[in-house]
């Protein structure tokens, strides 16, 4: 299963990380909802594969631990998000699709 593309509709914010917007359903350590709005990653999605590490041309994301979540025990979170130049390239190599970006979600919330 992808990421919610509309997850800032069909999500509740729950609070901040590192500067970068969670949002619920959080129950750790199995559910740690969705990370990041203009460059979302579905943390309960997410296995660690690295490919947004290496290919994100301007680094935006950085290894965060999850201890105990069943899909793997780090998650890449967005937390330069703000650096983001919206290239696709991290949308393009995540194997089981848990990135959505879009540069007009924050100016829909
Ligand atoms: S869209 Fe491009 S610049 Fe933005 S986070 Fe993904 S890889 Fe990085």
Redesign the pocket.
């Known amino acids: 299963m992808a990421i919610d593309s509309n997850f800032e509709q069909n999500r509740e914010k729950v609070g901040e990380e590192d500067g970068v917007a969670v949002w619920g359903p959080v129950e750790p350590p199995e559910k740690q909802g969705i990370r990041g709005t203009h460059?979302a990653v579905d943390f309960d999605i997410c296995l660690a594969d690295g490919a947004?590490l290496e290919?994100?041309?301007?680094?935006?994301?950085e290894w965060v631990d999850t201890p105990g979540h069943p899909e793997s025990e780090r998650k890449a979170s967005?937390v330069d998000?703000d650096?983001?130049?919206?290239?696709?390239?991290?949308?393009d190599v995540c194997p089981v699709d848990a990135?959505d970006?879009d540069p007009g979600r924050e100016n829909r919330i």
Do not use: G
């Open positions: 460059v947004c290919d994100c041309p301007v680094d935006v994301f967005p998000e650096q983001c130049i919206d290239c696709m390239l991290c949308v990135i970006v």
